[in-house]
């Protein structure tokens, strides 16, 4: 084409303007209560992604049948459980206080506890065997005397 | 002079020495296996059309009162090719039933496979859309249940079923329950 002609019908352009991005869900409230359980769980497939933010396979399904549930009225503990009936406490972030996760809960409480009952131990070990000995009448006096000379 | 050993140096070693410990425990499990909560828990029931026959369906309430094994499978499932000979050989044992459950799978695609690599399946049931996968909490195809005869899941295997898992594991669990 003739440069002329490129010209010409670069006078003949009109701007167009995008519209502003339409949300992806019909149903605004859903999708957020969707993505406030969803994020509170783990995908099983990718185990350091949560079900909000994972695209693998399941995790669509999932956020496919969590979307129905809230649409029939479930509420998030109601969610939850159906979740956790199938998958187990594993695909929740926070797991739940109960006997088998006490280790996990408390653990790091008892670690602490055994550690400044350690320090403790050792700092009274470290007293008892240097013991406070007062000083002889003759290093005192040489100690005054150092201190005296100091400019 | 002979210095007094001090048990205190030790304990470093010791802490370390038990950290190894415990990573190399962590190392030889796989985090990818994570314990079913539907073990000793009735199987969920189900509804759902025959790969062969479209008309008709299955149930898992058609099998009450025999041992039998739930194959998730789908013919898109890499691990699942590694796992089909050690089916096939199963199930020329007639042991029990070996029911499968072909996973987010298109028919045609499942049908050609059973007819290429062999159908070690008594029938196979059709999830398409994974809705019954999810009952079963199923994240990973291949995963195997084992149904006793009051339909209580009693084990589940997840990834292929290893010549090992059968012999070790799923055989003599089987012969257990059929008692």
Redesign the interface.
Known sequence: MKPWLWLLLLCFTWPVHANEAKPLADDEVVEQRLIKIAEEMRCLVCQNESLAGSRADLAEDLRREIRAQIRQGKSDQEVMDFMVSRYGDFVRYRPPVKPTTWLLWFGPFLLLVLGVGALAAVLRHRNRIAPDSPLTPEQKKQAEALLRDQP | MKKKFNL?FV?PLLAFVGLVAFMAIGLTRD??L?????INRPAPNFLLPQLHAPGKTFSPADLKGQVWLLNVWASWCVSCREEHPVLLRFSRTHAVPMVGLDY?DQAPDAQKWLSDYGDPYTLTAVDA???V?????V??VPETYVIDKTGVIRYKQIGPITPEALQQTILPLIAELKK
């Open positions: 205190w304990i985090p990818h994570v314990p079913s909560p539907l987010k859309d994974g809705r996968g999810i009952d079963y909490g994240y990973g």
